[in-house]
């Protein structure tokens, strides 16, 4: 049998590749071109080795947990297995729980439920709408974030004083998906503990970027998205203390969260499976697994290959005319590789089909799933237009590609677009397009 079960201690080396470096894409003006993927924050690429370990996995996978055959052990000690790999990947206590979900947004949506009834929320309205918008009921204070990391540290404080007592939560983002900037975690997290209040750390945006710490940062939860992490396979989880966990109504109700069912009653389990009813998504928690371990084996070659082109990046639009990027705070701050920006004049779903259809460039336009921060940052950088353009880099990046899109918003801002381009269901497409997608499409 060769399957690997254990790839943690792979040697670090150059950055981990990922599926589709190669991939070229058809340009509106004729030809193709390398695909620069420029949108890492929204969903990015499938690492190699994620590929070829689903790929070695594949002929073992099998049902988990209850499966009396080889393959069922095999694949039962795979998924088991990778909690234990999250466990290390966000350095988190001895004891935490680790459940897997569909990704973030489901993450929040399980911690919401299992909150002990009346639990006040704090919530930056800063926060993507996974993490803003599980939270109901009159115990919800949404504040505003402020422009520096004191004072937002200061608010959290404020509004925690003003909660009812009871179990309290503060839900913040290790990096926002507009902006990439650090949120102030571990100081928001020494003011929730002040207040007996407990934190949940949405990492959808971080956990790609950085290596977390749930002891270091004192954070209670951690939500994650195995797509944002390169592996694409569905699955993410929510890591954290197990107590209101196993003290809430199962997620979902139904066979795996079950320890008896009679005529009369239902006894659930208590560990993890309580809230992992129906059959769970082996290959993709499987697939989670073993791209946190590679990121784990790779983080200091990522963090220079990210900070490289981000510098890049930011050198190559300084000085674009009408460039104005979205910041929440004042004065700079760590970040990730995500930039979001308006050029004054050009609509940001118009650059962006341009981008794509005449330089093969993907990047993402609109309000990021984040409208009231969006709205307010383009207000504040002095925009009217309602949406933005965000860049987000990745391993799947290369200085081509940070030049080519450089290049390509200095010639559009100086000619235009070289093709004629008109909204389609509400969003921009090159007109009398006749490129074709590939066959598998069909
Ligand atoms: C900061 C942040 N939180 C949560 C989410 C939701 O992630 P998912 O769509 O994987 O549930 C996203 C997705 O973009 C995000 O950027």
């Given at each position: 049998m060769t399957l690997a079960l254990d790839r943690s201690t792979e040697t670090a080396a150059a950055v981990p590749a990922v599926a589709g470096a190669a991939l070229r894409v058809p340009l509106v003006t004729g030809g193709d071109i390398g695909y620069a993927n420029l949108d890492h924050a929204a969903s990015a690429p499938c690492l190699d080795a994620v590929r070829s370990a689903v790929d070695e996995f594949l002929p073992w996978y099998a049902s988990v947990h209850r499966g009396a055959g080889f393959a069922s052990q095999v694949s039962t000690r795979l998924y088991e297995r990778t909690r234990d790999v999250l466990r290390r990947f966000v350095d988190a206590r001895n004891g935490d729980s680790v459940i897997f979900t569909r990704n973030t947004t489901d993450a929040f949506n399980l911690l919401a439920k299992a909150l002990p009834r009346k639990t006040s929320v704090v919530v930056f309205d800063s926060e993507h709408h996974a993490a803003l918008l599980p939270w109901r009921g009159p115990n919800v204070r949404r504040v505003q974030l402020p422009r520096t990391r004191l004072a937002a540290v200061s608010v959290v404080d404020e509004a925690l004083a003003?909660?009812?007592?009871?179990?309290?939560?503060?839900?913040?983002?290790?990096?926002?998906?507009?902006?990439g900037e650090l949120l102030p975690v571990a100081e928001i997290a020494a003011v929730a503990r002040k207040h007996g209040a407990r934190v949940a750390l949405d990492a959808a945006q971080l956990a790609p970027h950085r290596r977390i710490s749930v002891r270091e940062l004192d954070v209670d939860y951690v939500a994650l998205s195995g797509h944002k992490l390169y592996a694409p396979f569905g699955a993410g989880a929510?890591?954290?203390?197990?107590?209101?966990?196993?003290?809430?109504?199962?997620?979902?109700?139904?066979?795996?969260?079950?320890?008896?069912?009679?005529?009369?009653?239902?006894?659930?389990?208590?560990?993890?499976?309580?809230?992992?009813?129906?059959?769970?998504?082996?290959?993709?928690?499987?697939?989670?697994?073993v791209a946190c371990e590679q990121l784990?084996?790779?983080?200091?070659?990522?963090?220079?290959?990210?900070?490289?082109?981000?510098?890049?990046?930011?050198?190559?639009?300084?000085?674009?005319?009408?460039?104005?990027?979205?910041?929440?705070?004042?004065?700079?701050?760590?970040?990730?590789?995500?930039?979001?920006?308006?050029?004054?004049?050009?609509?940001?779903?118009?650059?962006?089909?341009?981008?794509?259809?005449?330089?093969?460039?993907?990047?993402?336009?609109?309000?990021?799933?984040?409208?009231?921060?969006?709205?307010?940052?383009?207000?504040?950088a002095g925009s009217e237009?309602?949406?933005?353009?965000?860049?987000?880099?990745?391993?799947?990046?290369?200085?081509?590609?940070?030049?080519?899109?450089?290049?390509?918003?200095?010639?559009?801002?100086?000619?235009?677009?070289?093709?004629?381009?008109?909204?389609?269901?509400?969003?921009?497409?090159?007109?009398?397009?006749?490129?074709?997608?590939?066959g598998f499409c069909a």
């Open positions: 003003e909660c009812p007592q009871g179990p309290r939560l503060v839900v913040v983002a290790g990096a926002s998906n507009v902006t929510l890591i954290g203390r197990g107590d209101w966990l196993r003290a809430a109504e199962p997620y979902l109700a139904g066979g795996g969260a079950t320890k008896l069912v009679t005529e009369e009653a239902v006894v659930w389990n208590s560990g993890e499976e309580r809230h992992e009813a129906g059959s769970p998504n082996t290959v993709g928690v499987y697939a989670l697994g784990s084996a790779h983080w200091d070659a990522l963090r220079a290959h990210e900070a490289a082109l981000l510098e890049r990046l930011r050198k190559g639009l300084e000085g674009l005319p009408g460039f104005a990027e979205l910041r929440f705070f004042d004065a700079p701050v760590d970040r990730v590789g995500t930039v979001s920006f308006v050029v004054e004049g050009f609509e940001p779903g118009w650059l962006a089909a341009v981008l794509s259809a005449e330089y093969g460039i993907g990047v993402r336009d609109g309000a990021f799933c984040a409208h009231v921060a969006a709205r307010r940052l383009l207000r504040e237009a309602q949406q933005a353009v965000r860049v987000s880099l990745g391993l799947g990046n290369t200085e081509e590609h940070v030049d080519r899109l450089v290049l390509a918003l200095r010639q559009i801002v100086a000619r235009g677009a070289r093709w004629e381009y008109a909204k389609v269901d509400g969003r921009w497409a090159p007109v009398g397009d006749t490129r074709e997608l590939p």
